[in-house]
């Protein structure tokens, strides 16, 4: 059974940084992209970032362009995201998802059950 | 980027309903468009892929469809375990991009 657990979430002020982790089981981790999903309160659902099996290639929104960078340990079947220079609008639940590759793009077919991310002072 | 726009925002239905939800992309993305299906507090489930595949376990009153730029879901007697918010979402290039989401409620 596939299963993903995210960890790290919390309240941080503006301008501060998070690192979120999301550790899996259940399938051979490092066969499969895997990406963050956002969700603001009340809106809907956002890509954050997608990085590849090997870790080789990484990919982000135009949004944390720059303030955010997707990570993996296909030691621990683990995938992290550390974030930095929050800001308000970055308040969101944080999922993760593993992705399924097709020959032109990839979509999540399993999600974990979101953490929660609030930057407020 | 490629954007994805859903109709209704909000469908009032009853159970045993037929109901659809459409969605529109901005450029044509062929067939490679994906619908999740989500209830509160919980993450999004898949419920097609590429346009009109069905994912494993999901029941047989669901289905996709459309090519291009246009595309449907439809449930063809709605149950109550159906009421949701369902969103599509487009896989024609390295990111994705999701519609706004399309909430189902009870009538």
């Known amino acids: 059974e596939v299963q993903l657990l995210e960890s790290g979430g919390g309240l941080v002020q503006p301008g501060g940084s998070l690192r979120l982790s999301c550790a899996t089981s259940g399938f051979s981790f490092s066969n499969y992209a895997m990406s963050w999903v956002r969700q603001a309160p009340g809106k809907g659902l956002e890509w954050v970032s997608t990085i590849s099996g090997d870790g080789g290639t990484t990919f982000y929104a135009d949004s944390v362009k720059g303030r955010f960078t997707i990570s993996r340990d296909n030691s621990k079947n683990t995938l992290y995201v550390q974030m930095n220079s929050l800001r308000a609008e970055d308040t969101a639940v944080y999922y993760c998802?593993?992705?399924?590759?097709?020959?032109?793009?990839?979509?999540?077919?399993?999600w974990g059950q979101g953490t929660l991310v609030t930057v407020s002072s | 980027d490629i954007q994805m726009t859903q109709s209704p925002s909000t469908l009032s239905a009853s159970v045993g309903d037929r109901v659809t939800v459409t969605c529109r992309a901005s450029q044509s993305i062929t067939n490679f468009l994906a619908w999740y299906q989500q209830k509160p507090g919980k993450a999004p489930e898949l419920l097609v892929y590429k346009a009109s595949s069905l994912e494993t376990g999901v029941p047989s009153r669901f289905s996709g469809s459309g090519y291009g730029t246009e595309f449907t879901l439809t449930i063809s007697s709605l149950q109550p375990d159906d009421f949701a918010t369902y969103y599509c979402?487009?896989?024609?290039?390295?990111?994705?991009?999701f519609g706004q989401g399309t909430k189902l409620e009870i009538k």
């Open positions: 998802a593993k992705d399924r590759t097709t020959v032109s793009g990839h979509y999540p077919d399993y």
């Open positions: 979402q487009q896989y024609n290039s390295y990111s994705y991009t």
